[in-house]
């Protein structure tokens, strides 16, 4: 019974089921802390990127086309570097 009981706790395909199953909740959970967040904040963004926009003529256009494509780029980058970086410190400290 103490041999089976072994077995189970070096089950390397369970952990690494695990490891995955943790991953994806975890990416889950933050995409839709990120929805929520990004939905209450975005209105009072856009009218602030308006705002400026109207009063400065030569560079306003072109940071309210940019400024939402560089905030998405940087929230995925984020969250891929947060969900890649579990498994990369875990690698690199030996856990």
Known sequence: ?????LQLRSDKQGVAVLESVVIFIALTISVLVLVVVLSNLWPTFTNALTNYSTNETTFGP?????????????????????????????EVFGE
Do not use: C, D, E, S
């Open 1 to 5: 019974m103490n041999r089976n009981l």
């Open 62 to 90: 072109t940071v309210k086309k940019l400024t939402p494509l560089l905030i998405g780029v940087a929230v995925l980058l984020m969250i891929l570097a947060t969900v890649f970086g579990i498994k990369i410190f875990r």
